[in-house]
């Protein structure tokens, strides 16, 4: 049996003023596997990520993060990315003067040099980038864009994908990818994500709404409401969770 | 706004050039101001003190016409009613005029070195530690190197091709024996003696420089360069600069400067005159790294500049592009007078404040023919408790018409404690006239870091690659060799400002 892409055992966590919001957090991830975690607001989704990318702010108080069998609380934000792990944020930030190719080549070649291995030419580089924004239908002009600058919320999002696509993270979170996203681009997005599924890739894509796993079939779903995943499935609890809200998890909780 | 020189011209080179920048940058990165060391040749120095005993010794020993004599007099005698200007914003303690060496000179023999092999070889392994080879590789690059070290140039090199090209580039000593006429005919008159107290003091005091003169029509066949170094403790660096285009002439000029660590504070106040004839063009470039002081604000270079170039004649252009990542105490406003119809004035700088850094830093670009245009880019970096302030006037003069400016001033502040401040000038008495102005004020933010750092960039990288993209439009000004040391000058200056 190998290793679980993500195991994590009885996560607590704090943000800013010790206000705990994840309770005993219990996740398992294998290789392969896409999972979706739905919750209520507040529920602790976008702490989760930040928790797991290390991010200033949010303190882990007890339990532990495996990714891929490394301690992930003792690896470093750059570390923890360059080891696989990636964030698609929900609301991605704007990096003036910085073109898209020139960020990502730094990234790749970041994550390459950890492993290793040799820096990615720039003729082979701007391939790799091409195939993966013709598979995002993204405009060429994209390339060389300031990173999200004056980007929609859409294309924002897509332009994380693309991130994702190049990048080629083992272990992704997707934070409430779908938020903002009009039919057009939820598929293609999803398209995007969907090219990455594999025996050795594992997912975990967090949302609000159903319809994003119409295109994204989850292999599991939870539910996470206040601070712990109080049930998990299979992509028909999802379909109940549309139906029925989280008033029964709620109260339960 | 003109395009960059030698832009790449696809996406391949662009990103092969940003890869060598940020190796570069890695290696910087680990060391401490590298330049920090002192040569120990004994010096030849002037008693500290100013007084006209010690102007005839300066004078004597570069072996001076009497006119130049005079000239240096009459400058002196019209400092000692000057007073030092106060309205900068930067703050320093009394300087004490008369605790300074104005001369200091490494011991040579009384024959001048003909060749490299002459040349002491404590100075030339100086020379190596700062990065300036002068010897065959320099050659081939095809950079010719005026080396000046403290108050006397030691070796030029390359005199053979611009000779053939008929263009003149030596120490301004030399220029003032060899070309009187042209010497005289332009020094003093783009800056005048009494412009400001240092100017003054300047065309007292000056020790060296480089004259630069290309004739007409001749495009200069290399970039020219000139370093400085100031090494003896309490020796003022007043070095003059005088650079002339004939019709139709072209030179690009580099100026780089280090300087190593020292506890008393070094006054640096040099003056750099540009004359550009109809069709002739300038660019003048420079990669400052004095030395700042410590964390503590505690030494460093105090660098008083006047620099100024006349455009005067018809379609002349004159460029300025500095990174200013060094000295204690920046004060400095490259300028140009828009003299000739249909000249370009134009400013790109970058100029980094951090630790106890102080900046008060700008351009003066001054409309007077018609047609004019001049544009200035202006990015100011501040960190940890530094103050840096654009101050630029924009003046477009009566019967400058169809004058076009565009301004762009850009802060970016890392940090809670540092501050940036702008001092705009705009005063246009005609109504054709076109003016822009655009100002932002930004802070490196941990979102922006943390995106980064996600993506797999350490904190050091991802500022870097934050910083350096916000100052990207200015580096694409500099000649490619420059760029490539700028950027890595900028990672080493903000090192430690970030977490």
Known sequence: MSTPLLEIKDLHAVVGDNKEILKGLNLTVNRGEVHAIMGPNGAGKSTLGNVLSGREGYERTSGTVLLDGKDVFEMDIDERANEGLFLAFQYPVEIPGVGNHYFLKAALNAKRKYHGEDELAAGAFLKLMKEKMALLEMDARYKSRDVNVGFSGGEKKRNEILQMTMLNPKMALLDETDSGLDIDALRIVSKGVNSMRDKDHGMIVVTHYQRLLDHIQPDFVHVLVDGKIVKSGDKSLALELEEKGYAEYEAAA | ?499
């Open chain 2, 1 to 499: 706004m003109t395009t960059a020189e030698s832009q790449p011209n696809n996406d391949a080179e662009k990103l092969a050039s940003e890869k060598v920048a940020s190796d570069e940058m890695q290696d910087l990165v680990k060391k401490d101001y590298k330049w920090g060391f002192v040569t120990d040749i004994e010096a030849d120095s002037a008693p500290p003190g100013l007084n006209e005993d010690i102007i005839r010794f300066i004078s004597a020993k570069k072996d001076e016409p009497e006119w130049l004599l005079n000239w240096r007099l009459d400058a002196y005698r019209k400092w000692l009613k000057m007073t030092p200007p106060e309205w900068a914003h930067v703050e320093h303690p009394e300087i004490d005029f008369q605790d300074i060496i104005y001369y200091s000179a490494p011991k040579i023999d009384e024959n001048a070195p003909k060749s490299l092999d002459e040349v002491d070889p404590k100075l030339l392994e100086t020379y190596d530690k700062l990065g300036i080879p002068l010897h065959e590789r320099a050659a081939l690059a095809g950079v010719a190197v005026d080396a000046v070290f403290d108050s006397v140039s030691v070796a030029t090199t390359f005199q053979e091709t611009l000779k053939e090209a008929g263009v003149i580039f030596c120490p301004l000593s030399e220029a003032v024996k060899e070309h009187p006429e042209l010497v005289q005919k332009y020094l003093g008159s783009v800056v005048p003696v009494t412009d400001n107290f240092y100017t003054a003091l300047n065309a007292a005091v000056f020790s060296e420089g480089s004259f630069c003169f290309i004739p007409k029509g001749v495009r200069c066949p290399m970039e020219l360069s000139t370093y400085f170094r100031i090494n003896q403790a309490k020796t003022g660096q007043f070095e003059r600069t005088l650079i002339v285009c004939e019709e139709g002439a072209y030179v690009s000029y580099l100026e780089g400067c280090t300087a190593p660590q020292r506890d008393e504070n070094q006054l640096h106040a040099a003056v750099v005159e540009l004359v550009c004839l109809d069709d002739a063009e300038i660019k003048y470039s420079t990669v400052q790294n004095w030395y700042p002081g410590d964390e503590e604000g505690k030494g460093g270079i105090y660098n008083f500049v006047t620099k100024r170039g006349a455009c005067r004649g018809a379609r002349s252009k004159i460029s300025w592009t500095q990174v200013e990542t060094g000295s204690a105490i920046t004060w400095k406003y490259p300028s140009v007078i828009l003299q000739g119809d249909d000249s370009v004035g134009e400013f790109y700088s970058v100029a980094v404040t951090s630790n106890m850094q102080q900046a008060d830093t700008g351009t003066k670009m001054i409309h007077l023919g018609k047609n004019t245009t001049s544009t200035i880019i202006s990015k100011g970096i501040t960190a940890m408790k530094a103050q840096q302030s654009y101050r630029g006037l924009v003046k477009v003069n009566k019967n400058a018409e169809n004058a076009r400016n565009y301004t762009q001033c850009d802060s970016l502040l890392i940090g809670e404690t540092c501050g940036a401040h702008t001092y705009p000038y705009i005063e246009v008495r005609n109504p054709t006239a076109s003016v822009e102005h655009e100002a932002t004020t930004s802070k490196v933010s941990e979102d922006q870091i943390f995106y980064c750092q996600q993506r797999g960039l350490s904190e050091e990288d991802a500022v870097n690659v934050i910083v350096n993209g916000f100052c990207k439009e200015v580096f694409r000004q500099l000649p490619m060799e420059f760029a490539v040391e700028a950027q890595a000058l900028l990672n080493v200056s903000l090192e430690g400002a970030v977490g």
